[in-house]
C-alpha cells in the first residue's frame, strides 16, 4: 500500500516468446529418444518371450499352471507388438519434424534477412540526410569511398593487363544488405537439404553402436531392429569363420570377444558387404584407426575413407574403394 492509501501493482513480465527453431529442434530430440526407447523395449520384450518359450514346458512339469504362463506370453507378443509399433510412430514423427526443422530455421535465416535489410534502409536514410547537410554547407557533391573507387577504376593499374589493388570502406548500408543477401541464399540451401541418410561408424560393442548411431538426432541411420538383426548374423557368421580357420595370420580363437564393430548404411538401410564385427587384438594394424567415433577409419585395403554423412561422398567413397 503506497502513501494517501493508493495500492501499488506491480505488473507482470511478459513471458519470453520461445525460440521456434529450438522449439522444433527440440521435437526432433524427443521424437528420436522415444524411438530408442521403444525399439529397445520391443528387443528386451522379445528376448524375455524367448526365454519364457523355452523355459515352459519344463515349468508345466514342475506345476506351473498353463493357463498363467501362456497369459504372460500373450502380454509379452502384445507389448512387443505395440513398443515396435510406438518405435515405427516415433520414426515417421521424426521425418516429418526433421521438416518442420529444417522450415524452421530458413524462416528464421529469413527473418534476419528481412530485419538486416530495415536496418540498411535506416541506415542509408540516415548517411543521406547527412550527406545532403554537407553538400549545402559545402556547395558541392559527396559520394561515398567505394563508388569514387569504382569511378576512377579505368585511370588505375598503369599499363594494360596491370592489376591494382584498393582498400576503401564500404558503407555500412552496402554491408548490411550484402548480409541480407547470404542469409538469403543460404535460407534458399537450408530448404533443400535432405537429412544425413548415409554413413559408417565404429564401435567396441552393440550398445555403444546403437548410441552412436542415434546420438545425432538429425541423421537417419537403420532402425534398432535392423542393426540388432545385422550384429547376430555378422556374429554368427564371424563364429563360423573362426571355426573354420585353426591356424594361420586369419586364426582367431572361437571364443575371443568381439569388440570391433563397424556399420556401414545408406538411404538408412545397412550395407552388409562394408559393415563387419571383429575381435581387436595387438596384432591388428589398425585397432587405434577403429577407435569408436573416429573420424576417419583403415578399410581392408589399406585407403584411408572419410566417415560418410551424405549419399554423394558414399558413392564417391565406394568408388574409390573399388579402384584401390
Known amino acids: 500500500m503506497a502513501k494517501g492509501g493508493t495500492q501499488m501493482t506491480s505488473k507482470t513480465e511478459k513471458p519470453p516468446t ?31 518371450l524367448s526365454d519364457l518359450r523355452s523355459k515352459r514346458g519344463r515349468a508345466v512339469l514342475e506345476g506351473a499352471v498353463p493357463s498363467e504362463i501362456n497369459r504372460e506370453i500373450r502380454e509379452l507378443e502384445d507389448s512387443i507388438e505395440t513398443s515396435a509399433e510406438a518405435a515405427a510412430a516415433a520414426r515417421a514423427l521424426r521425418l516429418v519434424a526433421l521438416d518442420a526443422l529444417r522450415n524452421a530455421e530458413a524462416d528464421e535465416l529469413d527473418r534476419q534477412k528481412t530485419q538486416l535489410e530495415r536496418d540498411a534502409a535506416a541506415n542509408k536514410a540516415a548517411a543521406d540526410e547527412k550527406r545532403r547537410e554537407l553538400e549545402a554547407i559545402a556547395g558541392c557533391g559527396y559520394v561515398s569511398e567505394d563508388e569514387l573507387a569504382y ?15 584498393m582498400t576503401v570502406k564500404i558503407p555500412i548500408f552496402k554491408q548490411l544488405l550484402n548480409e541480407a543477401a547470404l542469409r538469403h541464399q543460404r535460407a534458399v ?6 537429412p544425413h541418410r548415409a554413413g559408417s561408424i565404429d564401435a567396441d560393442s552393440l550398445e555403444q553402436l546403437v548410441g552412436l548411431v542415434f546420438a545425432d538426432p538429425t541423421r537417419i541411420g537403420p532402425t534398432i531392429e535392423a542393426i540388432t538383426a545385422w550384429f547376430d548374423g555378422a556374429v554368427a557368421n564371424e563364429l563360423r569363420r573362426r571355426q573354420r580357420i585353426d591356424h594361420g595370420a586369419d586364426f582367431v580363437p572361437v571364443h575371443a570377444a568381439i569388440n570391433k564393430l563397424r556399420l556401414t548404411w545408406k538411404n538408412g538401410a545397412i550395407e552388409v558387404s562394408s559393415s563387419a564385427v571383429s575381435s581387436a587384438s595387438p596384432s591388428t594394424p589398425d585397432v587405434q584407426a577403429h577407435a569408436p567415433g573416429n573420424v576417419l577409419f583403415e578399410s581392408s585395403t589399406g585407403a584411408t575413407v572419410q566417415a560418410i554423412d551424405t549419399d554423394a561422398e558414399f558413392a564417391r567413397a565406394a568408388a574409390t574403394e573399388q579402384s584401390a
Not at 520461445?18 to 520384450?45: G, H, I, M, W, Y
Not at 540451401?189 to 535432405?194: G, M, W
Open 18 to 48: 520461445p525460440d521456434p527453431v529450438e522449439l522444433a529442434r527440440q521435437r526432433v530430440a524427443e521424437l528420436n529418444s522415444q524411438e530408442v526407447k521403444f525399439a529397445k523395449q520391443s528387443l528386451t520384450a522379445f528376448a524375455d
Open 151 to 165: 569511378a576512377r577504376r579505368g585511370q588505375l593499374g598503369g599499363a594494360p593487363g596491370n592489376v591494382a589493388v
Open 189 to 194: 540451401q537450408v530448404r533443400l537439404q535432405e
